[in-house]
């Protein structure tokens, strides 16, 4: 390629931009256990690790907690799913899938208890991904407290390891 004054000329590098969107635009892509190609649908058990919590990059000991996921989804193609998720903790949510990365987000009542007595409420995000199979995923749950709240101008974010599993 001719260089000019030590560099490319810019038609050069629109041509390779270009081309190399249509090779990736035109070429199918199959799907793996890394898109949103097969829907989620059935039970699942659902684990956030308590043991590995962290707050502002601390870790801390929080509760482990186990649940059942009953979960419908549909997908318009591998790359977007949507659908609805219940939980055996009596909460119901909606499910999303972009690029392979599950979302489940819920409000949670009551999360972070204030010295007055009162508590804010928390939301409360699952982020998944599978990476070997479309019988388990891993990601993490975050709940995040309203900044203001408690009279703290500080969002309190809590953290932990997740996993979901199929069941058979």
Known sequence: MIKLNGRLPVRAICAVLVAATLLMVSTPVPAHAGDCAVPLAGTYTAFSDGQWAQTRRSFHDEASVTSSWTVTTTCLDYLDCTGQVSSDQGWSAPALCKSGM??????????????????????QKFAFRSQTDLAKF???????????????????????????????
Not at 139 to 150: E, H, V
């Open 102 to 123: 599950w979302t489940v987000t819920h409000d949670v009542p009551n999360w972070e208890p204030c010295p007055d007595g009162t508590a804010a409420t928390g939301q």
């Open 138 to 168: 891993e990601g993490w749950d975050t709940t995040l407290g309203p900044s203001g709240a408690c009279g703290v101008n500080r969002w309190l974010v809590v953290s932990m390891p997740f996993t979901l599993t199929k069941r058979e």
